[in-house]
């Protein structure tokens, strides 16, 4: 067995605790300031003016009208647009950037999708800004579009962020297939979903001058405030110390904020333009084109297994879509490497040009999708061999990742599927289909593995320790809802030893030590790497501070402890309150931070399973969930409840994924007829059933400093997988298709 990279630290103070998360009560009595939301003096409003058409080319675009209209104060096309710098998109590799698309808005003549930007209105109200962006006359020049993946083309999909080769075959994978006594080979495919926060994305910018240089403050709704400024440094060549970005609050997030979007963009400007504060709140049917989804996948996953049922030979193959010019790699083959043991694996990854929006990470982007695939063919498999879908899964546990040889930093599937299967009641399953009923309804049972990559970014802290008692985090890390704050000052009150209230989390601002995105379940082993280097460091810091006739000052330092935030030689102990006000000091700051690259000896996941029962009526096409159940092995849990929410979210996002959301294109027009709530599903209360959530205790401290691993995407792995199961189990019928709609029994 190896060491694990990081010395485990034990939590047995606030850290773990069921505590409200902070930010809750602001939000909910209206008291917190959303981005769309900080008064400015003398503030415009901007609205995009978006194509009508899905491709071809703007010949003329006549403002007259909308000027004319009382209250507008400037039609931007692009004759006026301000200068910036094009830079490539973040898609391309360029990751110092976060532009998203490099469709610039109100910049091109050429459209690519419906819904681009190519013009704004810049008016006294958001009103007036509206009206006049329906009084701007476009003339087009119109060509055939794809939006449809099923016709669109593929080709081979180019490496991965990650820096995956997309194409694996290694041991002739289908010849083995074709040798192995036990066959699935099948074709899933799930339609593409569309973010929907509840609140829009929005920015408000304002260009003005500070010490005699331009200066710009953005208040925007983003999962990625050091990058954004970063990116708008380069965007407008400015330096970063002349932009401060702010975010304090979000309301939703789920990835579909971890780029720049064009509208932050043209917000910057508009108020360039003008020389204003403006502000741009995306509509709710602007955001369906303005920002990205999830991509639609067509998917082939082939096992081959002994009779014994074990398997021999794993196939995923298939296609995502991108744009037409932007490059964004989905890589749901990503799972299917570490899996399962095997002896042959083949994996194969095309894309499919569209005109649309360029795809991007929607909450578990690739496991959502490729962990439906996989674990739909996992259970035709079981069906095939006759043997219990739990048990299947556990007799095909690797020794190690079998694709990169590294042991994994803990795994606990097995566990996590026994647990859940015995708080669920799975032993009340029956075999055969169509033997359950309740009524009308016909009960099934199902379940899936669940996981996602435990990832990590560069992050920086400062840790603010007073001569009160009290300690802050500074650290510009984004707080979306997740309870960053909450969790992070449970930890630092942990390691110090106070009560948790003692403790502060300022984030959301650059002018805060840079933090990374919050995305990839990764902010809190992340921002608590840094906290715990910070904290690290505070032992040698308060040393130096010792007065000089301290006797600890006489003990060499290493023999000195440093135990609940104090220093401690036998019967000697200064709390670092009374070493900070006896050398005079009302604060003192610790920097600390966190880098991934140490992450790379042990392959890293968090891993769960889901069970979930479903009644069917067949007569009227509905599929109900009647009782889920997951559980995870995501290492430290630093708050009971804000991690359970996390996982209660996920899971009924996967509802959503499995039995209502679609993008609907009308493939002629190349345009989404479900742009907004009333037709764009979502789960609400009544399609949720009772969901238990239950996780493993297993810190895990090869995967971060602080031994967690992500909660905030697994949750959605794997549950549409476990309703598909349950509707076999229930019916006898096989769905390969996500939505799973009435359709499929009428
Ligand atoms: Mo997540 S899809 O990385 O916000």
């Not at 400015?40 to 609205?47: I, K, N, S």
């Not at 710098?85 to 698309?101: Q, W, Y």
């Not at 289908?174 to 099948?186: H, K, M, N, T």
């Not at 499919?352 to 982007?365: D, E, H, I, S």
Request: hydrophobic share 40%; aromatic share 8%.
């Amino acid at each position: 067995m190896k060491d694990t990279v990081y010395e485990p630290i034990k939590l047995d103070g606030p850290a773990g605790k069921s505590i409200t998360r902070r930010s809750g009560r602001e939000k909910v009595t209206g008291k917190a300031t959303f981005s769309a939301e900080w008064p400015m003096d003398g503030l415009l409003y901007a609205t995009p003016v978006v194509s009508q058409i899905s491709r071809g080319r703007i010949i003329r675009i006549d403002s007259s009208l909308a000027e004319a209209l009382p209250g507008v104060y400037k039609v931007l096309t692009p004759e006026n647009l301000p200068s910036f710098t094009r830079l490539p998109a973040s898609g391309e590799g360029n990751f110092s950037s976060i532009v998203a698309s490099k469709v610039y808005p109100v910049a091109e003549r050429d459209i690519y999708y419906a819904g681009q930007y190519i013009a704004a209105v810049i008016a006294d109200s958001f009103e007036t800004a509206r009206d006049a962006a329906l009084l701007v006359q476009v003339e087009y020049e119109s060509m055939p579009s794809e939006t449809n993946i099923r016709r669109a083309e593929g080709s081979e999909q180019p490496g991965s962020v990650s820096g995956a080769p997309p194409t694996v075959d290694e041991q002739n994978a289908e010849q083995v297939l074709s040798a192995a006594a036990v066959q699935v080979d099948q074709e899933y495919f799930t339609e593409g979903n569309y973010h929907n926060p509840l609140e829009p994305h929005a920015t408000i910018a304002h260009w003005t001058i500070k010490g005699g240089k331009p200066y710009l403050l953005v208040y925007d709704s983003s999962q990625s405030l050091a990058l954004a400024r970063q990116t708008y440094a380069q965007l407008f060549n400015l330096d970063a110390s002349q932009i401060r970005v702010v975010c304090q609050y979000m309301g939703g997030a789920f990835g579909s904020k971890g780029l720049m979007w064009p509208h932050s963009i043209l917000a910057v400007l508009c108020s360039k333009a003008v020389n204003r504060p403006v502000k741009l709140v995306v509509s709710r049917n602007q955001l369906y084109g303005g920002t990205g989804y999830r991509t639609p996948l067509i998917q082939r996953v082939a096992l081959g297994a002994s009779q014994d049922g074990l398997i021999e030979a794993i196939i995923h193959a298939g296609s995502a879509s991108t744009s037409e010019v932007d490059q964004y790699t989905e890589s749901f083959t990503l799972v299917t490497r570490m899996m399962y043991q095997r002896k042959a694996l083949k994996l194969e990854q095309f894309q499919c040009r569209l005109n649309t929006q360029v795809p991007t990470f929607m909450r578990a982007p690739a496991e959502a999708g490729g962990v439906f695939a996989l674990e739909t063919a996992i259970d035709e498999l079981a069906v095939k061999l006759e043997v219990d879908p739990v048990a299947l899964r556990i007799k095909n546990e690797p020794v190690k990742d079998l694709f990169s040889s590294k042991p994994f930093s803990s795994r606990h599937l097995t566990t996590a599927l026994q647990e859940g299967a015995k708080a669920f009641g799975w032993h009340r399953r029956r075999k055969t289909p169509r033997e359950l009923r309740d009524g009308s309804w016909l009960v099934g049972f199902g379940v899936s593995a669940a996981t996602y990559p435990s990832l990590g970014f560069p992050t920086q802290v400062t840790l603010r320790i007073g001569s009160d008692g009290t300690a802050k985090i500074l650290c510009c890390s984004q707080e979306m809802g997740t309870g960053t704050a909450t969790v992070q000052a449970q930890l630092l009150a942990d390691l110090l030893g106070i009560p948790q209230g003692r403790v502060q989390m300022k984030l959301g601002d650059t002018d805060l030590p840079a933090g990374g995105i919050s995305g990839g379940s990764a902010t809190t082993g992340s921002v608590g790497g840094a906290v715990r280097q910070a904290y690290d460091k505070l032992k040698e810091r308060l040393f130096e501070l010792l007065a000089s006739d301290s006797k600890l000052r006489k003990v060499p330092i290493d023999q000195v402890q440093f135990i609940d935030g104090a220093l401690v030689y036998k019967n000697e102990m200064a709390r670092f309150e009374d070493i900070l006000m006896d050398a005079n000091r009302d604060f003192i700051d610790v920097d600390g931070s966190f880098s991934p690259s140490f992450q790379t000896s042990t392959s890293n996941h968090s891993f769960g399973s889901q069970f979930v029962e479903v009644g069917v009526d067949e007569d009227l096409g509905l599929i109900r969930v009647r009782r889920m159940l997951g559980c995870f092995a995501c290492g430290t849990i630093l708050n009971a409840r804000t991690a359970r929410s996390q996982f209660l979210g996920g899971m009924i996002m996967g509802v959503g994924q499995a039995l209502q959301e679609s993008i609907r294109w009308d493939h002629r027009l190349g345009r989404i007829t479900n742009d907004d709530f009333a037709e764009y599903h979502v789960p609400v209360n009544a399609d949720i059933p009772e969901i238990d959530v239950l996780w493993i205790d297993n810190p895990d401290f090869n995967a971060t400093p602080i031994g967690a691993k992500g909660i905030g995407e697994i949750g959605i792995t794997g549950v549409a997988a476990a309703i598909g199961n349950a509707v076999y189990n229930a019916t006898g019928k096989r769905l390969r298709t996500l939505p799973m709609t009435p359709k499929e029994f009428l």
